[in-house]
């Protein structure tokens, strides 16, 4: 159920004068200071006129608003928290399944290549034989037992094992992985990877002003006027 917000119709029109007034003046001599001072106190006279007007409406808007979403809360955080759960336990079982496939595949890859090798082996075993009969045929006795003490390796070529994902797809889920981090040792992070604590910076600068001393940071003065209704 929405409530109507309601401008005090004055103090709108009054406010829209005294910015188009305030936005076109240029401080350039002592009277211009002067009325640019006046028009500033005018508007922080405003900006109170119009904080008091819709203190009210704001106040009950951040009532009912905090009802709502706490009433809201009520609802959503037992869902989030049982999908957190879900979402947790769904990506421990997908990762537990990647490590024992992926274990799977190397087991399976070094058994071709142990069996490949052997296969190798055993064929370069075959030509020694055969080339030492050849040589032995033409009297290189010593060729021959050169040849097969020393068969040539054969290259060998494995072709790599690929175990399918057997984690099963179910509609409106799907599975991430996101690569977070913790630090070990906050001495060894390089600088570029350091952010510069500008709120303790700022207490500092505040604090001693123009006395400042603080390696690598600049002080500096920024004018300004306040005003008050």
Same mark, same amino acid.
């Given at each position: 159920?929405?409530?109507?917000?309601?401008?005090?119709?004055?103090?709108?029109?009054?406010?829209?004068?005294?910015?188009?007034?305030?936005?076109?003046?240029?401080?350039?001599?002592? *009277?211009? =200071?002067? !009325?640019?001072?006046?028009?500033?106190?005018?508007? /922080?006279?405003? @900006? +109170?006129?119009?904080? #008091?007007?819709?203190?009210?409406?704001?106040?009950?808007?951040?009532?009912?608003?905090?009802?709502?979403?706490?009433?809201?809360?009520?609802?959503?955080?037992?869902?989030?928290?049982?999908?957190?759960?879900?979402?947790?336990?769904?990506?421990?079982?997908?990762?537990?399944?990647?490590?024992?496939?992926?274990? *799977?595949? =190397?087991? !399976?890859?070094?058994?071709?290549?142990?069996?490949? /090798?052997?296969? @190798? +082996?055993?064929?370069? #075993?075959?030509?020694?034989?055969?080339?030492?009969?050849?040589?032995?045929?033409?009297?290189?006795?010593?060729?021959?037992?050169?040849?097969?003490?020393?068969?040539?390796?054969?290259?060998?070529?494995?072709?790599?094992?690929?175990?399918?994902?057997?984690?099963?797809?179910?509609?409106?889920?799907?599975?991430?992985?996101?690569?977070?981090?913790?630090?070990?040792?906050?001495?060894?992070?390089?600088?570029?990877?350091?952010?510069?604590? #500008?709120?303790?910076?700022?207490?500092?600068?505040?604090?001693?002003?123009?006395?400042?001393?603080?390696?690598?940071?600049?002080?500096?003065?920024?004018?300004?006027?306040?005003?008050?209704?």
């Amino acid at each position: 159920m929405s409530t109507a917000v309601v401008t005090d119709p004055q103090l709108q029109t009054e406010a829209l004068t005294t910015v188009q007034r305030a936005t076109t003046l240029v401080v350039a001599n002592i *009277e211009a =200071r002067t !009325l640019a001072a006046e028009l500033g106190r005018n508007i /922080a006279g405003l @900006a +109170k006129r119009a904080e #008091e007007w819709f203190a009210p409406m704001k106040k009950a808007a951040a009532a009912a608003h905090k009802e709502i979403c706490n009433k809201e809360n009520e609802v959503l955080q037992p869902l989030e928290t049982a999908k957190r759960y879900l979402s947790a336990q769904i990506g421990t079982f997908d990762q537990q399944q990647e490590k024992a496939r992926q274990a *799977e595949e =190397r087991r !399976l890859q070094e058994g071709a290549r142990l069996q490949a /090798a052997a296969e @190798a +082996k055993q064929k370069a #075993e075959e030509i020694a034989i055969a080339d030492a009969i050849v040589l032995e045929a033409q009297g290189d006795t010593k060729g021959a037992e050169a040849v097969l003490a020393n068969p040539v390796p054969q290259e060998v070529y494995v072709p790599p094992v690929v175990i399918p994902r057997s984690v099963p797809k179910a509609a409106g889920v799907s599975s991430t992985q996101t690569w977070t981090f913790r630090i070990t040792n906050v001495d060894q992070i390089p600088r570029e990877y350091m952010i510069p604590d #500008e709120k303790a910076i700022r207490a500092v600068v505040k604090a001693m002003k123009n006395k400042t001393n603080i390696a690598g940071i600049e002080v500096y003065p920024e004018g300004a006027a306040r005003f008050r209704a």
